[in-house]
């Protein structure tokens, strides 16, 4: 099943995942920008930052995956590209050969046989 945008429902699932990730990362930097002056909140957050490091992780982590997700999507639809070119090809040497064959072929000529 595609959907509009030629992708499959889950490349679409992928981009929302993604999608929310940096959702949450705009809405916590926005929360730490807004609470600068209390550093009570930003010493309390001191706490917390082995998981802003998984939380970078998985950042990397969609990113690869979405590199080779495309990767994959291009080397797929090159290959598609070819088996059809090659198909292209079949037809049109086909079609020549039909063309070739209802072509009523030129009858020799007796004098050129002689000598």
Known sequence: MTNVQGMNKRRVIFF???GVYHLIILAFTSYVDAQKQDLGVLT???????????????????????VIWSWRSTLSAEKEQ???NFEINNLKAKVYDL???????????PETESK
């Open 99 to 109: 063309q070739e064959a209802n072509k009523p072929q030129p009858e020799p000529d």
């Open 16 to 18: 929302v995942i993604f």
């Open 44 to 66: 309390s957050m001191y706490g917390w930052l082995h998981l802003f490091k998984y939380g970078a992780i998985l950042g990397l982590v969609l990113f690869a995956v979405d």
């Open 82 to 84: 070819e088996v059809l």
